[in-house]
């Protein structure tokens, strides 16, 4: 029973780490992607104004 006990709380606290920590780790990587996309499209489109 002991153990079981052990085993629970050993799985609410990954289970708190990974909400607390890689849940907005993932949310930061993902606005971060999409800043880095619009500014690479903004970059294309001004060589395209000068290449023309």
């Known amino acids: 029973m002991k153990q ?6 050993m799985l609410a ?3 708190a780490l990974i909400i607390g920590i ?3 780790l ?3 990587g ?5 800043i880095a996309v619009t ?3 903004d970059v ?3 060589l395209e104004n ?3």
Do not use: D, E, S, Y
């Open 39 to 41: 500014r690479g499209h």
């Open 30 to 34: 993902a606005r971060t992607g999409n």
């Open 44 to 46: 294309l489109t001004r």
């Open 50 to 52: 000068i290449l023309n």
């Open 26 to 28: 993932m949310g930061h």
């Open 4 to 9: 079981v006990i052990i085993t629970i709380t």
């Open 22 to 24: 890689v849940v907005p």
């Open 13 to 15: 606290i990954a289970l």
